[in-house]
Structures are given as C-alpha cells and as structure tokens.
C-alpha cells in the first residue's frame, strides 16, 4: 500500500516545530528516522495530514556530558551513539545496546529519541532507559517538562508525550565508575527485535551487591522494571543461586505476546535467561 496524500514540513528550530503541531494538531505526525512511522503510514495504520521532519533542527542533535549528567538530543542517530566518546567512556551500556539495534543500515538514520518516543515495548532504548535511570525532556509551546523513564511507559505504543510535545533531550546520570552493565539480547537474525532481551546496571562492594538495576524489553506491554528481582540481590553476596533466583522473579513479572518468535511460555523462559546472562556479564565487569 502508499500512505495518503500528506503535506511535508522541515522546520529548522524547535520553536517553529511547535509551532507547526499546534497549527495542525491532530492532523500532524512528527518524522525522526521514519522506521516506525513510514510503514504504518504505507499500511494506513497512522494517516497524518502533515509530517513533520526534525531532521533538520541541530538543537536537537549532539551528546554531551556536563555535572554529572549525559544530554543526548532526541535525534541523535544510532550510529552517533556508537562512536560517541563520551559515552564509550561514561556510559558503555548505552553503547553495547545501540550495537544491538537493526543493521548498519537503521543505525545511520534511525535516532534515540524516535526509539523512545515510539513506545514498542519490543525497542531497545526503554528498557536501557529504565536500567540508566534516564529521564526525557518534553517541549511544548506553553513550556517544558522533565519525565522520568521510569513510568513513562505506559502501554504498547503509548507514553506520557502529548501530542503538542516534543521530546528534545534524554539525560542520564553518570554511572558511577566501576558500574558493571550488560544488555543481553536473543533475536533470531541480524536486524530482528528481541525475543527477549534484559538490560542491567550493578555496583559491588566485594561479593555484596550494592545497587542495581534489572530492566525487560518484549516481555509485557511495556518495557519492564524487575523490582523485585532488584530487591532480592541489594545487599547481598551475588552467587550463582541468587542470580537464579532474581532471573525466576524477573520472569514472573512477564506477560509476553506470543508471535512469530515464539510462544509465551518460551519467551518468558528466554527473558529469564537472558536475565542470567547479563547479570552474570554485569558482575565479571563490576569494579569491587
């Protein structure tokens, strides 16, 4: 199929993209990289009467970091993550998840911002969201609002954006030198979404788990925080049985949607493994 006639607008400042979604309202779709947003057009699941390209805004592109926070604007593409050394520095997770997202191809166009902002519980960057403690910066007309990660998610294909808002800025705080990490991803084939997919962040003193964080990527409507998982390792020596036990309470937490890439049994299962797998690789990388 082709997607409905549709006017085209490249605003070249934040203002004037407002401006243009509150002249248009309803009627206006906002464009980062276009890999969500042009197939459902193409299939008329989504028929905006104007697109709104971002692309051209430099304002909403760069990686910095600056008292103890990394800003990221919402479209900076995959790749750019990638290479940034900022965060090959400060922040390897983020950097070990971009690696894992499509192909080369997606990488060089597709942005963080869009990944986020889409709400697919099957993206990558809400769950590695949630493990970094990230928080987004949305811009409307009548001003600006900062939301954190944790909660913005609320359902497949639906945040806490409004439709007059753009999201300019994700902003992560600094993990703290020696944080282990790992985004363990099963996908079937080079390009794919996860199966199951488990990011985490860990700080260790000696064999006792400090903090951590465990978040889930295609295991419910949206990305998931295994609190209790979390909870059952804070403050304790981490073994082989405590991972075990922290993988099986992060897989009751899963209400995954059986398709293409199994059943919900076996990605409830997988989620679990993949669970293990990181935070096993998060502990090897762990500073004590």
């Not at 997607?3 to 509150?22: I, K, M």
């Not at 593409?77 to 192909?103: F, H, M, Y």
């Not at 990527?217 to 209790?228: E, F, V, Y």
């Amino acid at each position: 199929m082709i997607p409905r006639e549709f006017d085209y607008h490249a605003p070249q400042s934040v203002p004037d993209a407002l401006s243009l979604l509150q002249q248009f309202g309803d009627e206006a779709k906002l464009l980062a990289g276009g890999h969500s947003l042009l197939p459902m057009m193409k299939m008329r699941f989504a028929q905006p009467g104007h697109l709104i390209d971002l692309a051209r805004i430099p304002e909403l592109k760069g990686i910095r970091e600056s008292g103890g926070t990394i800003h990221i604007g919402a479209m900076t593409t995959e790749n750019e993550l990638i290479w940034s050394k900022v965060l090959q520095e400060k922040c390897p997770l983020l950097v070990e998840g971009a690696r894992l997202i499509s192909d080369p191809q997606v990488r060089y166009k597709g942005t963080i911002g869009g990944d986020i902002s889409h709400g697919d519980p099957a993206n990558d960057h809400p769950a590695l969201m949630l493990a970094l403690g990230a928080s987004f910066v949305l811009k409307a007309a009548s001003g600006e609002r900062v939301v954190p990660a944790d909660g913005f998610f609320v359902g497949t294909y639906d945040t806490l954006m409004k439709p007059d808002e753009i999201m300019t800025e994700i902003r992560i705080p600094v993990p703290a030198p020696g944080t282990g990490y790992c985004y363990a991803k099963l996908k079937r084939k080079i390009g794919d979404f996860a199966t199951a997919a488990a990011a985490v962040t860990l700080r260790m003193k000696g064999e006792v788990v400090q903090e951590v964080a465990i978040a889930l990527t295609n295991a419910g409507a949206t990305p998931l925080k295994a609190r209790a998982a979390e909870d059952a390792l804070r403050g304790k020596a981490m073994t082989d049985a405590s991972i075990a036990q922290a993988a099986g309470l992060a897989m009751g937490i899963c209400d995954p949607a059986a398709d293409q890439r199994g059943d919900a049994e076996y990605k409830r299962a997988m989620t679990g493994e993949m669970a293990q797998r990181a935070l096993r690789m998060a502990r090897s990388r762990a500073s004590r």
